[in-house]
C-alpha cells in the first residue's frame, strides 16, 4: 500500500481557517452556553467537565483554567474535570465498566443547578452519554462541544455546540476557540 504525504502545514492552516469560518454559525450558541455558565458560577454552583483522549484534555483545560486563571487576576472558580483522576477513573472502570466513569462522578459532585461540560469529537462515546443522561435526571444543565454530526449526544444537551467538519485535529482546534470564548466572557465579570 502507497503512503500518503500528510498534508503541508500550510494546507492544514487553510483547512483550519475553513473550518473556523464555518463555525462563526455558532456564535449565538457559544454565546448562549457561556451565559449559562457564567449564571452557574455567579450562583455559586460549578463546572463539571469530561472527555475522552483529547477531549479529556480539553475538558481539564477549561476546568483548571477556572481553578486558576485565564488571562484576568481574578478568584478561583469551582470546576472540576471527571477525566482528570486517574485512580477514579479505574476504580470505577473496574468496578462498574468504562460507560460509568463519568456518570458516577457526575453523581458524586453534580447537584441541580450545576453545569456539564462534555467533549466528544463523534458525540457517541458511552461513557459521554451515559454522563448527560445522569447529569439531566440530577438537575445538571447539559454541554456538549462535538464535531461532525453530534452524534446521540445531540439530543441529550441543552446546549449543543457541533463544529462543521468530520476531522478530529480540526474539530478540538476549534474547541480550544470555543473554550477559550467561554474564558473571556467569564473574565470579563467581577468576581470576588
Avoid at 449559562?36 to 469530561?50: H, N
Avoid at 446521540?152 to 476549534?174: C, F, G, N, T, Y
Amino acid at each position: 500500500m502507497p503512503r500518503v504525504a500528510p498534508p503541508t502545514f500550510e494546507e492544514s492552516v487553510q483547512e483550519l481557517a475553513a473550518v473556523v469560518s464555518a463555525s462563526a454559525q455558532l456564535g449565538p450558541a457559544v454565546r448562549a452556553a457561556g451565559r449559562d455558565l457564567v449564571a452557574c458560577l455567579r450562583r455559586g454552583r460549578k463546572i463539571l467537565t469530561c472527555g475522552n483522549g483529547g477531549s479529556a484534555a480539553d475538558a481539564l483545560h477549561l476546568a483548571q483554567e477556572l481553578v486558576g486563571c485565564y488571562e484576568a487576576e481574578r478568584r478561583g472558580l469551582p470546576a472540576l474535570c471527571l477525566s482528570g483522576d486517574g485512580t477514579a477513573l479505574t476504580c470505577i472502570g473496574n468496578d462498574y465498566g468504562f460507560e460509568e466513569i463519568f456518570a458516577r462522578g457526575v453523581e458524586a459532585f453534580g447537584q441541580k443547578g450545576d453545569v456539564l461540560v462534555a467533549f466528544s469529537t463523534s458525540g457517541n462515546s458511552a461513557n459521554i452519554l451515559a454522563a448527560l443522561k445522569r447529569a439531566r435526571r440530577l438537575g445538571v444543565k447539559t454541554m456538549l462541544l462535538s464535531g461532525k454530526d453530534g452524534g446521540k449526544a445531540r439530543r441529550l444537551a441543552d446546549h449543543a455546540l457541533v463544529v462543521p467538519s468530520a476531522r478530529v485535529a480540526r474539530i478540538q482546534e476549534v474547541h480550544t476557540l470555543i473554550v477559550h470564548q467561554f474564558l473571556e466572557m467569564i473574565d470579563a465579570e467581577r468576581w470576588r
